[in-house]
């Protein structure tokens, strides 16, 4: 899997990596019924502490965006589509917190309103990843 973290950004590893396998699910990269690597394994790819990616395993599969394996197997999978997390009101809550302190610093910086809904439509629309091809 080709996961690229930003080791000197403000966003801790942990969410930068789960960000990017929804992003990789979302894109249709990571398909339904794929086994992720181990934490370990990935934690070694990444040269990051296992840790590190059990959190963002874990925190996926709290939200629903992963699940444990159950056919004998150790591991993680991408579930059906189906079995994804649909939209909440705690989502709706999140992307509104966060889309306005972005309105507001848009606004602070001269952005009208037809650049934030551009900006906003660009990236909704866009390939929401920088996956590879593969988890191999």
């Known amino acids: ?12 590893l942990q969410e930068q990596i789960a960000h990017q396998i929804i992003a990789g699910i979302a894109s249709g990269t990571l398909k339904p019924g794929k086994t992720l690597p181990s934490a370990r394994r990935l ?5 990051v502490k296992s840790t590190v990616v059990h959190k ?3 925190t996926l599969m709290e939200e629903g965006f992963l699940q444990e ?3 004998g197997k150790l591991g993680v999978l991408i579930p059906a589509l189906n079995e994804m997390p649909r939209v909440t009101d ?3 809550e ?6 306005r302190a972005l309105a507001a610093e848009g606004r602070a ?5 037809a650049e934030f809904s551009k900006a906003c439509l660009n990236i909704y ?3 929401l990843t920088r996956m590879g091809d593969s988890l191999e």
């Open 1 to 12: 899997m080709f996961i690229e973290l930003d080791v000197h950004g403000d966003v801790p």
């Open 43 to 47: 934690a070694s790819d990444l040269r």
């Open 56 to 58: 963002a395993y874990h």
């Open 69 to 71: 394996r159950y056919d």
């Open 90 to 92: 705690g989502y709706k």
């Open 94 to 99: 999140r992307l509104a917190k966060q889309l």
């Open 109 to 113: 910086r001269g952005m009208t309103e």
């Open 125 to 127: 629309r866009s390939d």
